[in-house]
């Protein structure tokens, strides 16, 4: 989302205030104009998660497997053992 203000504080707030519930604000790109406007593209993150699992008998294999299952458009967060 992209909004416009007169400080970096009051583009951080106009931005929180937009965000959906089941997001969170994660972080914002910043301009500032020659008249004082500052124009900031805020990104969010969802708060849903999910799990996967995958095994193998060697870890580069298992990790290619792992990313494989990663949804589109979504990240992976973390790896590690269970």
């Known amino acids: 989302m992209t909004v416009e203000g007169d400080s970096l504080s ?6 929180n205030a937009q965000v959906p519930d089941g ?3 994660s972080h914002m790109e910043t301009e500032q104009s020659t008249n004082g406007v500052v124009v900031a593209v805020g990104h969010l993150r969802s708060l849903e998660t999910r799990e ?4 193998g008998d060697e870890y580069g294999a298992a990790y290619t497997a792992l990313r494989a299952m990663v949804p589109e458009g979504w ?3 973390a790896t590690g053992p269970r």
Do not use: N, P
Not at 10 to 15: G, N, P, S, T, Y
């Open 10 to 15: 009051r583009v951080a707030e106009l931005i």
């Open 52 to 55: 996967i699992d995958v095994e």
């Open 23 to 25: 997001w969170v604000f």
């Open 75 to 77: 990240q992976l967060v």
